[in-house]
């Protein structure tokens, strides 16, 4: 009996995880975005292209929100006038914009 209520507890602590992570993309989670930010500036910092950078974003984010939300990171990282941020100013300051702009939406209209 001990042994079916040990397996069904591990069951569920693996399912929940699971079903949670489907649910959520990244491209509604500033922290995340922040993070892909990071990891954008990185490439470009290392001399990997914006076609490049572009075909590892379509290799790795399949839902469309979070194509376009890592797509528009790309875009601005690798504008021609987007000055050159290290991984950790580039995560800080997309994250920022992120809870700004979430910031406004959720305050009420005067």
């Not at 569920?12 to 990244?26: E, G, I, M, N, Y």
């Not at 989670?29 to 950078?53: E, M, N, P, Y």
């Not at 528009?72 to 300051?93: C, F, L």
């Amino acid at each position: 009996m001990k042994r079916v209520v040990v397996s069904a507890l591990v069951a569920l602590c693996v399912a929940q995880p699971a079903a949670q992570a489907v649910a959520q993309t990244v491209s509604d989670q500033c922290f995340a975005l922040g993070d892909i930010a990071g990891q954008v500036a990185s490439w470009r910092a290392h001399k990997k292209t914006k076609a490049q950078a572009l075909d590892q974003a379509a290799y790795y984010y399949k839902d469309p929100a979070d194509r376009e939300a890592v797509n528009a990171i790309i875009e601005k990282i690798y504008s021609p006038d987007a000055p050159h941020m290290t991984p950790d100013q580039a995560s800080m300051a997309f994250t920022s914009e992120c809870a700004n702009r979430r910031k406004g939406q959720a305050s009420p209209a005067q």
